[in-house]
């Protein structure tokens, strides 16, 4: 491994390159030389930049492993857990309850044995006593009812308030049936699973699935006759390299992270009703009449929509087969995904179409919405043609063998192959099967890399649905007058304790960032080494330490700087023109950094449109016959000044105008100290 150089502080000042100091030839002198000779006093940095990521002991014991290394790649020994399941569920209408049994083999792929392990019931979330952000809901349930449990075929005793399942006479422990109404419940083991072993979890269990009047809790149900169902099963919990067991509990705000595994799903549910779901449907010849099979055999071969099920076809023998018993039984079967939701209603109407994805070639998506709705959802098929294949462009091809967009009281939320969604949120929504349904990072810890990554890839997939060009500037400045929110919590902070700046920490803050990257790199490097990561931790789980080492790597640059503040930090650059000397034909522009952040120097230079022949300098380019960009790259503040002194010296036309950070790409609080002139009276020609 090879670590990155911490920048000393106290006292102690790094060495201006030879670069830097030719790029400095006019500036203020540069801080005394860390050679201090004895009985010297060393006078310590205005600024000392930190130019390493940090590294906490998680990250190191997997660099140490092998599994993770400075590459940015997975290592040599990376492993992950794997999960199969099983589940044949049933829902009752008249009872709006859900009831299913399942059998769940995970293999134990690393090199330790497993003493516990740990189950996911985010049902639970919905109880009385649960914490929960935020602490009210339209409905609250009995949560997750877990009637029977067994790990490696060993029964375990679920109604026992006495005393826990395995007894443990070295300390006071919590009953099962405690621990189960828990949305994560640890479970310890009889006998370890051993290194690359397999291990069973089989369950029965039954929920009521929760009413909302307006906007569902990541799912949810209209009356009795629309139901979203998701985070509806017992889930065995990530298994990992970086910390083992993932016992984070779900709250509502955080997201999830999930085991890539197999899933065999039988949803039974009255004839009549149509399901949606992750994964293929079995068994269309049994829950679909002659009619709808007919027309989803031309769903791939159609340019325009295909209405598989209209308004006037609902009910058993027009929407569906007539079944036995006034039932169905839908049959799914989902490979290599983290997760499995489904939704059924006995009014959908049923909408089809395909997306050209590239080197794959037509893909299928579903929409189903109730009739009332025809009119929002006129433009769904558009949208999601649009973003699976803008997507598949822009990063990687989709690798799923369908899409499934359902109506319902959840406007936003996803699930791999299978999104909850009105229409407005549907660009972002489909996004989100890049991250986290195919990339699958840890959403609970670090939401940035899920949802943020969405948001920004969301404002070049709606320029480009527009006709228009993307609009990154200024993002990247806005978040100056973010900065010092004393409730902002950094990138790196756990979700479930990022307060009332949830949103602007999972959300809001990375498209900034990643603005600020295409300011120091271009937005189209940005775009090229996101995609190589993508495919390189495709159905793998990359933490933000691979994320940045492997950019660093793409971009041919060590960024670690970047990285810390950005991450680690809410600091910001807050940056401006000091001031403006002329000697002739040579300019002498004072920057300042007033921040900790640091950032290239970026100046435009715009001359009197006529006069002397332009004399071409280093660090610049000429963006017209009157207009030059001069570019500093960050490194110029490392020798811990903060302020630089840039010598244009373009010859004798006049200089009219200079901007700093002319595409407002860096954080700052104030950008009308980025341009001369501003004031006369404050300009100070000489010459001297």
């Known amino acids: 491994m090879k670590e990155r150089m911490l920048m000393c502080v106290a006292g102690l000042l790094l060495l201006v390159s030879a670069h830097d100091l030719s790029a400095q030839a006019t500036a203020t002198a540069p801080p005394p030389s860390t050679r201090a000779q004895a009985g010297a006093v060393v006078r310590a940095p205005e600024r000392a930049v930190r130019r390493d990521i940090p590294m906490t002991n998680m990250i190191r014991r997997a660099f140490a492993a092998g599994t993770r290394d400075s590459t940015g790649r997975p290592g040599r020994n990376y492993w992950q857990?794997?999960?199969?399941?099983?589940?044949?569920?049933?829902?009752?209408?008249?009872?709006?309850?859900?009831?299913?049994?399942?059998?769940?083999?995970?293999?134990?792929?690393?090199?330790?044995?497993?003493?516990?392990?740990?189950?996911?019931?985010?049902?639970?979330?919905?109880?009385?006593?649960?914490?929960?952000?935020?602490?009210?809901m339209d409905d609250v349930t009995n949560g997750m009812i877990v009637s029977r449990l067994a790990v490696n075929g060993q029964p375990l005793p679920v109604a026992d308030t006495r005393g826990d399942s395995i007894p443990n006479t070295r300390r006071r422990t919590t009953p099962l049936s405690q621990v189960l109404r828990e949305t994560s419940a640890r479970i310890r083991l009889p006998a370890p699973i051993p290194a690359h072993g397999s291990g069973t979890v089989e369950a029965d269990w039954s929920f009521k699935v929760p009413r909302f009047e307006g906007r569902g809790y990541r799912m949810g149900r209209w009356a009795d006759t629309l139901y979203q169902v998701a985070q509806w099963y017992p889930r065995v919990a990530v298994f990992d390299d970086l910390r083992g067991w993932d016992t984070d509990p779900y709250m509502g705000d955080g997201e999830f992270y999930n085991n890539f595994g197999h899933f065999d799903v039988s949803i039974d549910v009255p004839s009549g009703w149509i399901v949606g779901a992750t994964g293929v449907l079995q068994n269309p010849a049994e829950v679909l009449t002659p009619t709808?099979?007919?027309?989803?055999?031309?769903?791939?071969?159609?340019?325009?929509?295909?209405?598989?099920?209209?308004?006037?076809?609902?009910?058993?023998?027009?929407?569906?087969?007539?079944?036995?018993?006034?039932?169905?039984?839908?049959?799914?079967?989902?490979?290599?995904?983290?997760?499995?939701?489904?939704?059924?209603?006995?009014?959908?109407?049923?909408?089809?179409?395909?997306?050209?994805?590239?080197?794959?070639g037509a893909v299928p998506f579903n929409i189903m919405y109730l009739p009332g709705h025809a009119q929002a959802f006129a433009e769904g098929p558009h949208v999601v043609q649009h973003a699976l294949e803008y997507y598949s462009k822009l990063w990687m091809p989709y690798t799923?063998?369908?899409?499934?967009?359902?109506?319902?009281?959840?406007?936003g939320m996803e699930y791999p192959m299978f999104i909850m969604s009105a229409v407005f949120a549907a660009d972002h929504e489909v996004g989100h099967e890049w991250w986290p349904m195919m990339v699958g990072v840890n959403e609970t810890w670090y939401g940035w890399m899920d949802e943020g990554f969405n948001q920004y890839m969301n404002i070049l997939s709606d320029a480009d649905i527009a006709g228009k060009p993307y609009v990154l500037d200024s993002l990247g400045m806005s978040y100056g007058s973010v900065s010092g929110n004393e409730m902002e919590p950094p990138l790196m902070w756990d979700g479930n304790f990022a307060g009332p700046m949830y949103g602007f920490q999972a959300y809001g803050k990375a498209p900034l960032m990643l603005s600020a990257l295409g300011g120091v790199v271009g937005d189209s490097a940005v775009w090229r080494a996101m995609s190589d990561y993508a495919k390189v931790w495709r159905f793998k789980h990359p933490s933000p330490w691979d994320y940045?080492?492997?950019?660093?790597?793409?971009?041919?640059?060590?960024?670690?700087?970047?990285?810390?503040?950005?991450?680690?930090?809410?600091?910001?650059?807050?940056?401006?023109?000091?001031g403006v000397r002329t000697t002739g034909g040579r300019t002498l522009v004072t920057v300042r950094q007033d921040g900790e952040m640091p950032s290239p120097i970026i100046l435009k230079v715009q001359f009197a449109p006529s006069g002397a022949a332009i004399k071409p300098i280093a660090n610049s380019k000429m963006v017209d016959a009157n207009t030059a960009i001069v570019t500093y790259p960050a490194d110029v503040w490392f020798g811990g000044s903060r302020t630089f002194v840039a010598n244009l010296d373009f010859g004798a036309r006049p200089i009219t105008k200079i901007t700093l950070d002319p595409n407002d790409r860096f954080p700052d609080r104030n950008a009308g100290d980025n341009v001369w002139p501003r004031d006369p009276s404050v300009i100070t020609p000489t010459g001297n």
Request: proline share 4%; charged share 20%.
């Open 81 to 136: 857990l794997w999960t199969d399941y099983k589940i044949t569920a049933r829902l009752d209408s008249a009872t709006q309850t859900v009831s299913g049994h399942e059998v769940v083999t995970f293999r134990n792929n690393s090199d330790s044995a497993m003493s516990s392990v740990v189950l996911r019931l985010d049902q639970n979330v919905f109880r009385a006593d649960a914490p929960r952000v935020p602490p009210r």
């Open 292 to 360: 709808a099979r007919e027309r989803l055999s031309r769903v791939l071969q159609s340019d325009s929509t295909v209405r598989i099920v209209t308004a006037a076809e609902r009910g058993a023998g027009k929407a569906t087969a007539s079944g036995t018993n006034g039932r169905l039984v839908w049959h799914f079967v989902a490979d290599t995904v983290g997760d499995f939701a489904w939704a059924t209603a006995n009014q959908f109407v049923w909408d089809a179409g395909h997306a050209n994805i590239p080197a794959r």
């Open 400 to 411: 799923f063998p369908q899409l499934t967009m359902v109506d319902g009281p959840e406007l």
């Open 548 to 578: 940045a080492f492997f950019m660093d790597n793409a971009l041919h640059q060590d960024l670690g700087w970047f990285w810390y503040y950005w991450l680690f930090t809410t600091e910001r650059v807050d940056e401006s023109i000091q």
